[in-house]
């Protein structure tokens, strides 16, 4: 069964820091790739979004994400993070059969960023 | 456009007592889903409907009930509350049939504790 990885549950950095979360993926087919992000109180948001062409795609406030296919990894990136950061970040894949017409993701478990002041 | 909204914000049942949540979108989405939030589990699909009058099992379907009488409208029914249903439910929505599979546009989310 396809699933998703962020190895990453909870990460602190100051503000100013960079950073960089990382998502696996296990299917070997055609992949649609999202990150989202949760603030706290709040539902989630699109960061940005992966479908095909340039593997390096930017997203809103600073953030962008690589397509490495051969890594099965779309790893999430921001040179120097604020405290508005703080937030729940998810990696999410449609993947092929699984997706399909039917557009469902597969969400990984989260990471929590703090960034402290 | 209000997007996806949810209805209850909050709620709070005893074991064994029933409940609907309703989500609305105004997008005219095909697809709209069911999935619940738990720490460290993400978010895990329980239910999806692909049309009108369509629905079909997630990943978690035990113990919820879903309808799509109207395009806009998704509803999730408990129909006998555990505390293991104590969680955050969202519903999504998303593009219509045929087109790139876009993202999901989420809605707020409801808070339901089950006693």
């Known amino acids: 069964a396809q699933s998703v990885s962020q190895h990453n549950h909870h990460v602190i950095l100051s503000e100013a820091a960079s950073l960089e979360l990382g998502c696996n993926y296990s299917y070997g087919g055609t992949v649609n790739l999202f990150w989202y992000v949760q603030y706290p109180g709040q539902h989630l948001q699109l960061l940005l979004k992966?479908?095909?062409?340039?593997?390096l795609v930017k997203g809103i406030k600073g953030f962008e994400a690589e397509f490495i296919k051969s890594k099965f990894s779309f790893n999430l990136r921001k040179p120097s993070v604020q405290w508005s950061d703080t937030a729940e970040y998810f990696c999410a894949v449609n993947a092929g059969n699984y997706g399909g017409a039917t557009n469902k993701l597969i969400f990984g478990t989260g990471t929590l960023l703090a960034v402290q002041p | 456009n209000a997007g996806v909204t949810q209805t209850p914000k909050f709620r709070v049942l005893k074991t064994g007592q029933s409940m609907t949540l309703l989500c609305a979108q105004d997008m005219n989405h095909e697809y709209m889903y069911w999935y619940r939030q738990d720490p460290g589990m993400g978010l895990r699909l329980i239910h999806y409907?692909?049309?009108?009058?369509?629905?079909a099992k997630g990943e978690v379907p035990d113990g919820y009930n879903v309808s799509r009488l109207k395009k806009q409208n998704f509803l999730l029914g408990l129909e006998s509350a555990a505390p293991s249903q104590t969680s955050v439910y969202f519903c999504a929505s998303s593009s219509p049939r045929g087109a790139i599979p876009y993202e999901q546009y989420f809605g707020p989310g409801t808070r339901l504790t089950v006693t």
């Open positions: 992966y479908f095909s062409g340039d593997p």
């Open positions: 409907s692909v049309g009108e009058g369509t629905t």
